[in-house]
């Protein structure tokens, strides 16, 4: 691999790869290199060639596993790996079938699928899914962007992109890398975990359905922190919340598909499969118990309150002493406190109990948070998450992340301290915070909590 090939080297049309492949034109590039249409000579057909520059271990990882992940599984609902190799600069290359269409992603834009659409539409990614887990591999980024729709065919569908792919037999993937598309990453993902098998993809599986069947994702939120924690802290969505008339089987199976924990979903491509088919075929299958596991962020009543504290703990080795930190301090308050894979610390309190007194214990928990990761920057938000509004919790971590400057992981957050270690918050809260909460007002008018004196 070449240490230093710029854009300037890389392939352009005219050019022959592996003596067999003439490049006709690039139909995408980014930082890490470019993918091309190109004729096999040999066949006189139309292909895709991803070529790699430059770049660091990682992405070398990632595309050696795509090609390997390509070789070992085929489907007619998988994209083909035609051939690979190295461009006279050093740089690798793999050559795909061309597939012309467009994203699911791009088709969903313009509106929601048919019942009947969507389930062709789920047999078909279920059926490349079942390929997939059969061969030991776990796709990890199951989403409308990585299905592809040849001549707008919803059942000629392609799932592509599998640079992210693991192996089953490995025991874990690294920790705290972040693999997959916000909001159809199973919390798993979200977090971090290091093991991860086909229940993950099953997630995504229902999540893209549900998406094609309401017209909306089940985890929206205005920032990837608030989609990432509404798969951490909210309820799993109902498929019949959004459209009352859909059979009750396939809401149960979406419903277990988008579960919480790994184990109560089904367990890979296959068992999703055979339930899809009979419910394209007309028929209900024998419904397993839904055993949706309880909730960090119990549902009190219609419209209960919830606070979001979100935090940055600090680089190097004491970022590992955070999560357990933020923990002790947060769990006299009753809160749930989890970590994103980035590292980003999230923490959810939710009841009963007056405004102010929500306020005030909402308040205590950030200072104490706070405290214990010696000055992390922290902010806070509190809101009402109701149950006729699916989401609306994600809509308070959204507001919590932008006043702490989190908006985008899983790339590492880069946020500044709080004027003088006080914690950022929202003007809900400061509005419901008196004496002895000593409040300031900083740049831009924002908001901050400093302490509590005695009053």
């Not at 599986?205 to 922190?225: Q, S």
């Not at 309820?235 to 598909?257: G, K, Y």
């Not at 214990?361 to 214990?372: H, I, K, N, P, V």
């Amino acid at each position: 691999m070449n240490a230093a090939t710029t854009v300037g080297e890389l392939p352009s049309a005219g050019e022959m790869l592996g003596g067999r492949f003439l490049i006709e034109r690039a139909v995408g590039w980014g930082a890490h290199g470019a993918v091309y249409r190109a004729v096999d000579t040999s066949t006189k057909q139309p292909v895709a060639i991803k070529v790699l520059r430059s770049a660091g271990e990682s992405m070398v990882e990632r595309f050696t596993r795509e090609a390997r992940a390509l070789r070992s599984v085929a489907h007619p609902a998988i994209v083909r790996l035609l051939a690979s190799g190295v461009t006279r600069e050093g740089d690798q290359y793999l050559v795909m079938e061309w597939v012309e269409g467009e994203s699911l992603a791009r088709a969903l834009a313009r509106g929601p699928l048919a019942l009947s659409s969507a389930l062709v539409l789920g047999v078909r990614l279920a059926g490349a899914l079942a390929a997939v887990h059969a061969a030991g591999m776990v796709h990890r980024d199951v989403s409308p962007g990585n299905v592809v729709l040849p001549g707008g065919r919803l059942a000629e569908a392609k799932l592509v992109d599998f640079g992210i792919v693991r192996l089953l037999a490995e025991a874990t993937t690294r920790p705290g890398a972040a693999a997959g598309t916000p909001g159809y990453m199973a919390l798993e993902q979200v977090r971090g975990d290091a093991a991860i098998d086909a229940r993950a993809d099953v997630f995504g599986l229902g999540c893209v359905l549900y998406r094609a069947i309401a017209g909306a994702p089940p985890f929206d939120a205005e920032h990837e922190v608030g989609m990432s924690g509404r798969v951490l802290f909210d309820d799993v969505p109902r498929l019949s919340d959004e459209l009352p008339a859909v059979p009750r089987a396939l809401d149960d199976l979406l419903a277990r598909m988008m579960a919480r924990e790994p184990q109560d979903r089904p367990s890979g491509g296959a068992a999703v499969l055979r339930e899809l088919g009979l419910l394209a075929a007309g028929r209900a299958p024998e419904r397993p118990a839904l055993r949706i596991g309880a909730r960090g962020v119990p549902t009190l009543d219609e419209r209960r309150l919830v606070s979001i504290v979100v935090a940055t703990p600090p680089e190097g080795a004491a970022r590992a002493a955070a999560l357990e930190r933020a923990r002790s301090s947060a769990a006299p308050f009753g809160a749930r406190v989890e970590r994103l894979a980035d590292g980003t610390i999230v923490a959810a309190l939710s009841g009963r109990g007056g405004p102010r007194d929500w306020a005030e214990r909402a308040a205590r928990c950030a200072l104490s948070m706070r405290d214990a990761m010696a000055g992390a920057p922290v902010a806070l938000a509190t809101g009402r998450a109701e149950q006729s509004r699916p989401g609306s919790i994600g809509g308070v971590i959204d507001r919590a992340a932008t006043l702490l400057g989190t908006r985008h992981p899983p790339a590492p957050v880069r946020a500044a301290r709080v004027e003088d270690g006080g914690v950022a918050i929202d003007e809900l809260t400061a509005g419901l915070l008196g004496p002895p909460f000593e409040l300031v007002t900083g740049a831009a008018g924002r908001l901050y909590l400093r302490g509590e004196g005695t009053a």
